[in-house]
């Protein structure tokens, strides 16, 4: 633990920062799991000790999110990319028209759609976007009341773009892939018809997905799903029809416990307005020296992204800002590939007392380099 006591902080997008609690607790039961005498790494995934870490890990999600009794939760691999295209093999033959309505506001939604098109029709609810800036106004979107379902992304962690409403689908089914603002705060789970989430950015490690879907949309899967995608087979046989990620979901039983320790998914909520303030706010008051192109009501709380010097980001700026960040400590601040610029990710774990240090920071940098 020599490096965490200096000042560094993990400001990854996924995988992301652990509570440091978390990974002392692995530390301390790695190699014997609660008096088994055995890792929870060799443990088999039908013993009575694993089904016991997988049913409290199912109960504190059922718990933290008020989880209607008449939704499964199942715990499956292939992470966020695998359920774009579990979720139209399951539920785009819900209606004979197989079609599927996709709100795309992202790099994520857009290979969402792209996936759902092997298997039905998909209609792109808004004409295409020339830059992932903003959410469309609902009243120009354009709904198939034919449609088996309707998808989005609830937080695009590239362009920093989030949801801070719940789509009207006037009765059809509603999707949501929201791997990275899960449990960031509170959800009615009751609006959806499925949510999904990879555990690697506010809930645990890489390697488990969360799978939430209510019952009466089980059983509609095309015959060409795989066995292993099929939603009604994984929730019949309580998500061990193969062997599960065993030590992903132990971690995430974990962090789900440190969640509720510390106030539950409200004070997750309060917490991401606090940091994500401290933030926007240095980008607001730099006098265009920082700039963040996300449109301010769409601003993401999970992960901001801007540029360093104008609108298009000065490279010698951004190197400079990201080499003395790194030397303060500062980890994975790098814009994804695909944009470029910054982009310091906000996740659970990471606390407001980092964050005001990361903010400090690039006040001093604007004061030496504007």
Not at 44 to 61: G, V
Not at 126 to 135: N, V
Not at 256 to 276: D, P, Q, V
């Amino acid at each position: 633990m020599e490096n965490r006591a200096k000042q560094v902080v993990n400001f990854g997008p996924g995988p992301a920062k652990l509570p440091p609690s978390v990974l002392l607790k692995a530390q301390e039961e790695l190699i014997n799991y609660n008096g088994t005498g055995i890792s929870v790494l060799e443990m088999s995934h039908r013993s009575s000790d694993f089904t016991k870490i997988m049913d409290k890990t199912e109960n504190l999600l059922r718990e933290l999110l008020n989880i209607p009794e008449n939704y499964k939760v199942i715990f499956l691999q292939g992470g966020g990319s695998g359920q774009f295209s579990a979720v139209p093999l399951n539920l785009i033959g819900l209606k004979e028209a197989k079609c599927a309505d996709y709100i795309v506001t992202g790099s994520w939604s857009a290979k969402a759609a792209k996936e759902a098109e092997k298997y039905g029709t998909v209609n792109l609810v808004h004409k295409k976007l020339e830059s992932y800036t903003g959410i469309p106004d609902p009243s120009d979107w354009n709904l198939n009341s034919d449609a088996s379902y309707i998808y989005y992304c609830a937080n695009e962690t590239i362009h920093g773009v989030e949801f801070d409403f719940i789509p009207e689908t006037k009765g059809v089914v509603l999707v949501c892939d929201m791997s990275s603002n899960f449990l960031s705060k509170p959800v009615d789970v009751s609006k959806y018809g499925l949510i999904f989430a990879g555990a690697q950015k506010n809930i645990g490690c890489a390697g488990v997905t969360v799978v939430i879907v209510r019952e009466d949309l089980l059983g509609f899967a095309l015959k060409e799903c795989p066995t292993v995608l099929d939603f009604k087979i994984q929730a019949g046989n309580n998500s061990v029809y193969n062997t599960p990620p065993s030590f992903s979901i132990y971690i995430m039983g974990l962090v789900l416990e440190w969640i509720k320790n510390n106030g539950g998914a409200e004070a997750m909520e309060k917490h991401s307005r606090a940091k994500a303030a401290l933030i926007y706010d240095v980008i607001n008051e730099s006098d265009g020296f920082y700039v963040c192109p996300v449109v301010p009501k769409c601003r993401s709380k999970m992960n901001i992204p801007f540029r360093i010097g104008n609108v298009k980001g000065d490279d010698v700026l951004e190197k400079k800002f990201l080499d003395e960040a790194s030397k303060m400590g500062f980890l994975s601040l790098k814009g994804h590939r695909s944009v470029g610029g910054i982009r310091p990710s906000l996740y659970n774990a990471v606390t407001v007392e980092e964050t005001q240090l990361l903010a400090r920071f690039m006040k001093d940098f604007t004061r030496a380099n504007k």
